[in-house]
């Protein structure tokens, strides 16, 4: 367990399917509403059968954060990850480069999959005229780290740079590490990402293995976390960016607290296949129970769970049993499954989260219908919830690892 205590979320800035800024968010998850688009099947690289939506961020203006001039040089992951940092900072009331006296502001990346765009075309440069044809240009933005990168030297983040690449655990991984640069002295303030882009390769790609969403006998595609008849998650793109800093430090300023960190924990089950999921939950089981003991945080005392389930068959399975052997038979608290929503990898958990705690409005899970008898989970369906003081965000990922963090309400 990592105490995050006394680090404190002052910003939020998001890019997604649903728009850019944190209304935009808001309003999808306080609506219940998607916003999938048709992905690019031109290239032949799609089953005729596989996924014909995905949370695209195709069309959106990134201009009033992001000079066109300097977006030419970035990938798309880094151009989405800096806009959504820039938003955060303004939601913060902070500017670019400002930081404690001493001490320079850190900036923790998470991505699943990094710049795929960018990593096709050096494949297709390669394959179509042999490795010395690639274009160097392409390869610095085509590393994972690079958004990481690209943050620092647009807001003059001088602290420490990381980029966490755990996959669906990523994100609350990256949470951890950036309030731990704080904790430990090593920052004054710290900017988290989650950003992913969706290029159709990658979204072929994920349909080959099986794991995304399939239109269903009516035509529709939906994510359906924890539902009988989930089939898939249906992918996404964008960022989500949060200002982090000590509590001290927002209050000395003024600034406003969205959220407080309370901790975070991360594990591992290496029973789980790399690219697939583990059938029991015990480990997993055992490792949250250990972290809400140490926190000394009863069950009675989470009220609310932001899930990472996203429709996907043995993702969604093996959460629900996790949380019920870790709750036993007490009642679960109310359960939200944003990636419903945005898709998976766009960031939307960091955000839903925080809204969460800021005592935001969340409307019924979309594309729920039906409870899977061997899961026994409804996520939220839509009746006022009010605010919670203490939130449980839970995240699992292929291949074995996982992460939670409890958050608590900024006006605590």
């Known amino acids: 367990m990592i105490d995050l205590s006394t680090v404190v979320v002052t910003g939020l800035g998001t890019v997604d399917a649903a728009g850019c800024g944190r209304q935009s968010i808001a309003t999808a998850f306080r609506d219940g509403t998607t916003h999938w688009l048709p992905v690019d099947r031109s290239a032949g690289y799609h089953f005729d059968e596989s996924s014909q939506l995905a949370g695209l961020t195709h069309g959106l203006d990134l201009r009033p954060w992001l000079a066109p001039a300097?977006?030419?040089?970035?990938?798309?992951?880094?151009?989405?990850a800096v806009a959504a940092t820039q938003m955060a900072l303004e939601d913060a009331g902070r500017e670019p480069g400002e930081s404690g006296e001493d001490l320079p502001t850190a900036v923790v990346v998470s991505t699943a999959h990094g710049p795929?765009?960018?990593?096709?075309?050096?494949?297709?440069?390669?394959?179509?005229?042999?490795?010395m044809s690639?274009?160097?240009?392409?390869?610095t933005e085509s590393v994972a780290n690079a958004p990481a990168a690209q943050i620092a030297i647009a807001c003059r983040a001088l602290g420490p740079n990381l980029t966490v690449t755990q996959r669906e655990a990523g994100a609350l991984i990256a949470l951890s590490q950036g309030a731990t640069e704080i904790r430990t002295g090593r920052a004054d303030s710290a900017l988290v990402v989650a950003v992913d882009e969706l290029h159709p390769m990658l979204h072929a790609v994920l349909g080959r293995f099986g794991a995304l969403a399939t239109r269903d006998s009516d035509g529709n595609e939906f994510a359906r976390p924890f539902d009988r008849h989930r089939n898939g998650f249906i992918a996404g793109e964008g960022a989500c960016a949060l200002v982090l800093e000590s509590e001290s430090s927002a209050r000395q300023r003024g600034g406003r607290i969205l959220a407080?960190?309370?901790?975070?924990?991360?594990?591992?089950?290496?029973?789980?296949p790399r690219t697939g999921w583990s059938e029991?939950?015990?480990?997993?089981?055992?490792?949250?129970?250990?972290?809400?003991?140490?926190?000394?945080?009863?069950?009675?005392?989470?009220?609310?769970?932001?899930?990472?389930?996203?429709?996907?068959?043995?993702?969604?399975?093996?959460?629900?049993?996790?949380?019920?052997?870790?709750?036993?038979?007490?009642?679960?608290?109310?359960?939200?499954?944003?990636?419903?929503?945005?898709?998976?990898h766009s960031g939307g958990l960091l955000s839903a989260a925080v809204l969460a705690a800021e005592g935001a409005s969340f409307g019924?899970?979309?594309?729920?219908?039906?409870?899977?008898?061997?899961?026994?989970?409804?996520?939220?369906?839509?009746?006022?919830?009010?605010?919670?003081?203490?939130?449980?965000?839970?995240?699992?990922?292929?291949?074995?690892?996982?992460?939670?963090?409890?958050?608590?309400?900024?006006?605590?």
Not at 260 to 272: I, M, N, Q, T
Not at 280 to 307: G, H, K, M, N, Y
Not at 386 to 402: D, E, F, K, N, W
């Open 260 to 272: 407080r960190l309370h901790a975070g924990a991360s594990a591992f089950d290496p029973r789980a």
């Open 364 to 412: 019924p899970t979309p594309g729920f219908s039906t409870v899977d008898p061997e899961l026994g989970i409804s996520p939220h369906d839509g009746w006022p919830l009010g605010r919670h003081r203490r939130i449980l965000v839970t995240s699992l990922a292929v291949g074995g690892a996982a992460a939670w963090c409890l958050l608590e309400r900024g006006d605590t």
């Open 280 to 344: 029991s939950p015990d480990l997993l089981a055992t490792a949250l129970s250990r972290f809400l003991q140490r926190c000394e945080v009863t069950l009675a005392e989470v009220d609310c769970i932001v899930s990472a389930a996203s429709g996907s068959i043995p993702g969604d399975r093996l959460e629900a049993l996790v949380l019920k052997s870790v709750w036993g038979g007490r009642p679960l608290p109310p359960i939200l499954a944003p990636k419903a929503s945005i898709g998976e």
């Open 134 to 139: 690639v274009s160097p240009a392409l390869f």
């Open 116 to 131: 795929t765009s960018l990593i096709e075309g050096i494949l297709r440069q390669s394959a179509a005229n042999g490795p």
């Open 70 to 80: 300097k977006a030419r040089r970035m990938s798309l992951p880094s151009k989405l």
